[in-house]
């Protein structure tokens, strides 16, 4: 069984954890998503690094990256390794100078923020993504278009589609629903 890589597609306010976010990985060229619910400072390291923020001086996860740097080290892969009572675990794999391999127990939120600055594979066996993962929902079965654009939509069908994208865990769905919804309300 092989490796499967990941890319991080969302990274939403949960609404089934208040207070927390939800962060969305799905597996390349395939439609298996894995859900992870993180806390804000971690939602908000893994934000400014999706969005190619560079604040003035390093936050924790550039200073980590710094230091591997530093030591003339390289931040190879991470990978998730498992998951124990709604916990998942990470493997931070690092090549020192002579290509020697060091894996650093992480959490996942952690490798996954360093992954997405230093743009290296996020990876997961097969075997566990087939036992974790869930089939990613398509836009048909939450939209409801009216004459081909979803804003024709009344807020109370809106909000309903939301409800469903949410029950179906599609949370790119989601995320195009909450942005359609908020800017009705503006006006």
Do not use: W
């Not at 020697?100 to 992954?115: G, H, P, Q």
């Amino acid at each position: 069984m092989g490796e499967i890589e990941l890319n991080v597609i969302a990274l939403n306010a949960s609404a089934t954890a208040p207070g927390n976010f939800v962060m969305v990985l799905q597996e390349i060229n395939g439609i298996r998503r894995i859900p992870i619910i993180i806390g804000l400072p971690e939602a908000q390291s893994i934000a400014v690094a999706l969005e190619q923020i560079h604040p003035l001086r390093p936050i924790t996860h550039d200073l980590m990256l710094n230091t591997i740097y530093l030591l003339k080290a390289s931040l190879d892969f991470i990978e998730i390794t498992g998951k124990q009572n709604d916990m998942y675990t990470a493997l931070i794999v690092i090549k020192d100078q002579q290509q020697k391999v060091i894996e650093v127990d992480s959490r996942t939120s952690d490798a996954i923020a360093l992954a997405i600055r230093q743009q290296c594979p996020i990876r997961i066996s097969e075997a566990l993504l087939s036992e974790i993962a869930v089939e990613n929902a398509t836009s048909e079965k939450v939209f409801q278009l009216k004459g081909g654009d979803l804003a024709q939509n009344t807020l109370v069908e809106l909000y309903s589609m939301l409800s469903n994208a949410l029950k179906l865990e599609d949370y790119e769905s989601a995320t195009i629903i909450r942005n359609i919804i908020n800017k009705k309300e503006k006006k």
